[in-house]
């Protein structure tokens, strides 16, 4: 039953997940290149069923959110927008495949949930190490602490990550 190639490689899909409001996200434009439909036709599908999308499920960037979003991820393409976009959580993401019902929508859907899924695993693995490392800390005297030191430092995240604070780079931003 289950198809053994993906639709869409976890990177690329991982690589459209952006933070926005405190909440991973995938924008309407992202959603409608990997289900290969145009951003109006999946917008337009969403407004026939709004009431299948609260606010926790889907919203519209302000003005300033999308100014944010292209000055950090330096987007050119957008230029040609005349909405801002839509932001779609989790559950929102979930929420299309019963709008969106064709094979391809299906498969895509499929290939996000997972990706979500082990997003989520990997930040609960790493918190949990980090629970780890404290609670071995508090345990032992001033003679490990170089050695815990050391090992926060290589759990902290790099200069040029947390210089990104929103999303993946996107296979074409490095190009640029």
Do not use: H
């Amino acid at each position: 039953m289950g198809n053994s190639k993906s639709t869409v490689p976890a990177e690329r899909i991982a690589s459209r997940i952006c933070l926005i409001r405190g909440e991973k996200v995938m924008l309407d434009e992202y959603l409608a290149e990997l289900y290969e439909v145009e951003t109006r036709a999946l917008v337009q599908a969403v407004k026939r069923n709004i009431e299948r999308f609260p606010d926790d499920f889907m919203f519209q960037l302000t003005a300033e959110e999308f100014g944010n979003l292209k000055s950090q991820t330096v987007i050119s393409s957008w230029g040609g927008r005349r909405t801002l976009p839509y932001a779609f959580t989790e559950q929102g993401v979930a929420m299309l495949s019963g709008i969106l019902k064709s094979p391809r929508a299906v498969a895509v859907n499929i290939e996000i949930m997972r990706t979500f899924v082990r997003l989520r695993q990997m930040l609960a693995s790493n918190t949990e190490l980090a629970r780890k490392l404290a609670a071995l800390e508090c345990k032992y005297d001033e003679q490990f602490k170089v050695i815990f030191d050391a090992i926060r430092q290589l759990m902290a995240p790099s200069a040029a990550t947390r210089k990104q604070s929103i999303g993946f780079v996107r296979d074409d931003d490095e190009q640029a």
